[in-house]
């Protein structure tokens, strides 16, 4: 009994603790650590250029990563998520912090006190399992957002890659300003820069085994060292402050930090977003689940140690996480291999990094996301509102099309949170659109009359209707949002045959595809029995399933719609055929 218990215990611990790591196996171990020296090359000059568009000094970068890698592996659910600075966010905060006016010491207090209130929002969201609120952020839309995120991540590299003046604004102004700036490119960075891009996909793509970030990171940092690059203005990621931060709450008074608070959800949703939609991408292609509770979790416990630690707002990376699930990284180990060496480098290793060239970096990232540029699954989007039958849905045909388009274009002109609620706005808006206005199929008996198998005439224009029986599906909920739509339908139906001459007799309503239906469909079935029946025309309904019947009979209509077992019972009932 007590083995049992234990057992038990140790079971329900392993769900609470490093789920990421169930399903482990020894031979991932070796490419993990691989994996993990890959992330660690990104890892370090990503964080330090991160933390200087927060506004706050390099190692603060670095000081938020170690937490955020550890307490991530023990909480989240990815394998391959990797959780650090990151440019949204960073961006996100210095626009939060610099509305306060604060000092340069009260800066650095607000951007840790930051972190602190986004990680709460996530614990408090995850533990209220909230995580079904990403349901709204649909795959579609988040194609678009990573998509947009991708390519803004890329332009923002473009300028470091070419040694030209980086521009300020929009996707679109910054590759304005990229365009303008071509003249007046550096050559020894272009060089740099390029030949790092092109090492890097050769690699990618006739040595996939050899860890290619690392192999340009070590060797950018071998040619400055040897040939003094730097000496001759190429660009280095420069002065790294050694040893680790010290931990403990920033001092920021109370008021301020529930302004900080208020504000924090909407860093916190930028920050789930990018990390779900990074984690979602490698899990898909690992074959594996994640948990948008363990997530959120995840998420807040990163920020949490972060801004304990003096660090910076974080969140799943899709830069870094590219660069892991390349990289070859089957579990969490690796992202634990980074924060170890990320360690090594605070104590040890901060000259080494300091002679990085930033143009090498910026190849480095632009390989990493340049794959998640997805414009295959955008074209994917479009067929799949190009079918016979969702062709009949109108302007919301392509629902899923113009959400990601929504999302993308979003993120490109107005920037990160924006492009998100545009996404997630557009798609409940067509949401709404398609279940107001659900396909009605017509029916025709497959084999003539009594066969029991109906199909959609529109697929089959070849089968002859019955004579005066109109037999319709509706593919969909009866709700209140779609009652009238599928009233006016039907009558309208009614009225085309009449006035092809031939008149119906009897219309039947097969609900086998209704999953669910309200107190206001219910109440139109029933008027729409009374107006037929005013103009010489029975109507029933055919398989209703449990929750149709019992609304039907439920809904204290006196005088509801017939309802049969099947279609030709239907048939038969209404005309009083045999």
């Not at 140790?10 to 990421?20: H, K, L, Y």
């Not at 009260?106 to 408090?124: D, E, H, I, P």
């Not at 649909?138 to 890329?154: C, H, M, R, Y």
């Not at 399933?545 to 099947?566: H, K, M, N, Y």
């Amino acid at each position: 009994m007590t083995n049992r218990a234990t057992g038990s215990d140790a079971a329900a611990w392993r769900g609470v603790i490093a789920p990421s790591f169930h399903g482990f196996r020894p031979a991932w171990l070796r490419g993990d650590v691989i994996a993990g020296l890959t992330v660690w090359a990104v890892l370090i000059p990503e964080s330090l250029a991160y933390a200087g568009i927060a506004g706050v000094p390099a190692v603060v970068g670095l000081y938020a990563t170690v937490p955020a890698l550890l307490l991530y592996a023990l909480l989240g659910s990815s394998r391959h998520l990797i959780v650090a600075p990151m440019s949204a966010t960073a961006a996100l905060s210095a626009g939060v912090v610099g509305d306060f006016g604060a000092d340069a010491d009260q800066y650095l207090a607000l951007t840790t006190a930051l972190a602190l209130a986004v990680g709460l929002v996530a614990v408090l969201a995850g533990l209220f399992r909230l995580g079904f609120l990403a349901s709204f952020i649909s795959e579609p839309v988040l194609k678009g957002f990573i998509i947009g995120l991708a390519l803004t991540i890329i332009v923002g590299q473009v300028p470091a890659l070419l040694g030209v003046e980086k521009g300020d604004g929009n996707f679109f102004q910054k590759a304005w300003a990229v365009l303008g700036n071509v003249p007046d490119l550096d050559l020894l960075t272009t060089v740099v820069g390029v030949g790092s891009l092109v090492l890097l996909l050769a690699l990618r793509r006739w040595l996939p085994a050899v860890p290619g970030s690392l192999v340009v990171a070590l060797g950018g940092v071998l040619l400055v060292w040897v040939f003094g690059l730097d000496d001759h203005g190429l660009a280095i990621v420069g002065n790294i402050d050694s040893g680790l931060g010290s931990f403990g709450l920033p001092d920021v008074s109370l008021d301020d930090f529930m302004d900080l608070l208020a504000v924090s959800v909407g860093v916190m949703l930028v920050g789930f977003a990018e990390g779900l939609g990074a984690a979602k991408t490698y899990a898909a292609k690992a074959g594996y689940d994640v948990d948008a509770n363990r997530e959120l979790l995840g998420l807040g416990a990163a920020n949490l140690g972060s801004g304990l630690s003096g660090g910076m707002v974080v969140n799943g990376s899709l830069s870094k996480t590219a660069v892991n699930g390349s990289a070859g990284a089957r579990s969490q180990v690796s992202g634990l291999t980074a924060a170890v060496l990320t360690v090594v480098t605070l104590l040890f290793l901060t000259d080494l990094f300091e002679k990085l060239p930033e143009a090498s970096l910026a190849a480095i990232v632009i390989a990493a996301v340049i794959e998640l540029v997805d414009f295959d699954a955008l074209r994917r989007l479009w067929r799949a509102g190009a079918g016979p039958l969702v062709a009949v849905a109108g302007y919301a045909r392509r629902a899923d099309f113009l959400a990601a388009i929504g999302a993308l274009a979003g993120v490109l002109v107005f920037d990160t949170l924006p492009g998100l609620i545009i996404g997630i706005g557009i798609s409940l808006i067509l949401l709404i659109a398609r279940t107001s206005r659900p396909n009605i199929a017509e029916l025709v008996p497959a084999d003539g009359a009594g066969s029991g198998v109906w199909v959609d005439r529109r697929r089959h224009p070849d089968r002859t209707p019955l004579p005066d029986v109109l037999v319709v599906r509706v593919e969909g909920p009866l709700m209140f949002t779609d009652a009238d739509f599928v009233r006016d339908h039907v009558l309208e139906l009614v009225a085309d045959q009449s006035a092809a001459g031939a008149p119906v007799g009897a219309v039947v309503l097969d609900a086998e595809t209704v999953p669910g239906i309200d107190v206001t469909a219910a109440a139109m079935l029933t008027q729409l029995r009374h107006e037929l029946r005013a103009i010489g025309i029975r109507f029933g309904v055919a398989r209703g399933i449990g929750q149709v019947r019992d609304v039907l009979s439920a809904s204290g209509e006196s005088d509801e719609p017939l309802i049969f077992p099947t279609i030709d019972a239907a048939v038969a009932g209404l005309t009083g055929a045999p």
